[in-house]
């Protein structure tokens, strides 16, 4: 009998701006061990966040790639608070590091450093094209050398927009981690641009396999 999940952090409400694309199989399979005899492209993840916890307002931005409807990699993340940054790595071995994000229904902004990584664009004009109540529950693993993975659940009234016309631009860095080097290299076609104002996210402790 399947145990159910234990979520040790709720937070809500929280505004969450999630982009899904396709990016090129070939650059991303030597390094996280995906299926390299198809050609088929991976479905790539950009997840802003703004929220408070404990006090402390913050956002997030993570990068994902997902393997089917119910599990996944957790590539790399940022947090804008360096505490919780910290915290996210010592206790649940999660990839999450130092930066300024900022995050609207429309926009997205990361920089390292004082320099720009990442701004994502969604015209002003752009219709919501569907919308639904939705509760995901996806199995994430962690880039980490002994196979370790954690649970979450992501929920709340979803807004799909029309995405054409939006942009997705990443920047040359210096401290350019190696996920958003590949993301650059893989031809990232963005597909996807759904919104919730008042989501509810839970995650679970990390395990070991």
Not at 117 to 138: G, M
């Amino acid at each position: 009998m399947t145990q159910p999940i234990e979520y040790v952090t709720i937070v809500e409400p929280v505004l969450e701006v999630t982009l899904i694309g396709t990016a090129d199989r070939a650059v991303w399979a030597p390094h996280l061990d995906l299926d390299a005899r198809t050609a088929d492209p991976v479905t790539v993840v950009l997840s802003a966040v703004e929220t408070t916890y404990m006090g402390v307002r913050f956002r997030e931005l993570s990068l994902s790639l997902l393997l089917d409807d119910a599990k996944g990699i957790l590539v790399h993340a940022f947090n804008s608070s360096r505490v919780f940054a910290f915290i996210e790595r010592q206790m649940f071995h999660t990839p999450y590091y130092y930066a300024a994000i900022s995050v609207t229904a429309r926009h997205i902004h990361l920089a390292i450093q004082g320099q720009p990584l990442l701004d994502a664009r969604l015209p002003d004009t752009a219709p919501v094209e569907r919308s639904a109540d939705e509760c995901r529950e996806w199995q994430l693993t962690l880039p980490t050398t002994k196979p370790q993975y954690f649970y979450a659940r992501l929920e709340g009234h979803t807004e799909y927009y029309a995405c054409a016309g939006s942009t997705v631009q990443g920047f040359d860095h210096p401290a350019m981690p190696p996920a958003f080097t590949y993301l650059q290299q893989s031809n990232f076609r963005l597909h996807t641009w759904s919104v919730r104002t008042t989501a509810r996210h839970s995650k679970s402790k990390t395990y070991s396999r």
